[in-house]
């Protein structure tokens, strides 16, 4: 039992008491009344005033305990410290992700490009394309937008089965993202290159919400079609570079098999 139980515990006795020596005080006085002599029955109301007056200062000393007896108490008996209880730090199993191409085992597939991407230091936006900006907004300078993931296959909100790494043939490859902080009718743009020259662009004013998700940007027809090499995707908004994405295709191009035509020549005859 620690103190502040023991106090209460101590101020419900004293009450209990108390109560108790109200009863004898009542019997006290009952018992005078049946008394003849006038000294003896002074006597026995006078003891049973002081049990009264003794029982009110129980119920004072019981009301008295639990607010001013406590800290008293603390004063010679410190209280001491409680242990504070140490965390259990949970371990977050880490996903690993296994690479969905699968390379045919009698194919050995040899990339013509390093998988090394080349940094590109300051993205910036060529002076053919801002000549093209139609958006008269001023950007939002806290606009941002998410890494952008690659797939050839689009469900008209996210990129299907994201990868870093294609091979041809290829027909149309998307970049989706999700935003936040963006303006509608801001200008905003999207370079494609390959091997650091630009293959594809699209610059158009913003016409998506403030933030969400579903935001993406589509390559069909690059120049000089799809070939193998390392690619990147960067995004602006007004001028200023906000993400830049990055995949590498695999493999050559299909070139058409050919069927030779066969014409007969008719036999020369002499005459």
């Known amino acids: 039992m620690d103190i502040h139980a023991g106090i209460i515990a101590a ?3 004293i009450v209990v008491a108390a109560v108790f020596v109200i009863r004898a005080a009542i019997r006290v006085m009952q018992s005078a009344r049946k008394l003849s002599f ?24 019981a009301i008295w305990l639990p607010f001013y007896g406590e800290p008293i108490v603390y004063g010679y ?7 504070s209880l140490t965390p259990t730090i949970t371990l977050t199993p880490t996903i690993t992700l296994t690479p969905t191409v699968t390379v045919p085992a009698t ?8 998988e090394t991407p080349t940094l590109t230091l300051t993205p910036f936006l060529p002076e053919s394309i801002r000549t093209l900006f139609q958006g008269e907004v001023t950007p939002n300078p806290d606009a941002l937008f998410t890494a952008i993931q690659f797939s050839n296959e689009f469900d008209g909100t996210n990129p299907i089965d994201p990868k870093t790494v294609f091979e041809l043939p290829i027909q149309t490859m998307y970049g989706g993202f999700d935003y936040n902080n963006t303006i509608p009718g801001v200008q905003w743009t999207a370079l494609w290159y390959r091997d650091g020259q630009l293959i594809d662009y699209e610059t158009q004013p913003w016409n998506g919400g403030t933030g969400g998700i579903g935001g ?7 120049i000089g079609g799809w070939l193998a090499g390392q690619y990147e995707v960067q995004i602006f908004m007004g001028y200023e570079w906000k993400v830049v994405g990055r995949f590498i295709v695999l493999g050559a191009p299909e070139t058409p098999t050919v069927t030779p035509t066969f014409t007969p020549i008719p036999p020369v005859t002499t005459p």
């Open 216 to 222: 993406y940007t589509e390559c069909t027809d690059p």
């Open 11 to 13: 101020s419900i006795l």
């Open 77 to 83: 008996f410190p209280p001491s410290p409680t242990p």
């Open 38 to 61: 006038y000294s003896l029955r002074r006597m026995h109301n006078r003891n049973a005033w002081q049990l009264f007056f003794f029982s009110l200062f129980l119920f004072s000393c």
């Open 107 to 114: 194919q050995t597939l040899t990339p013509s490009v390093s």
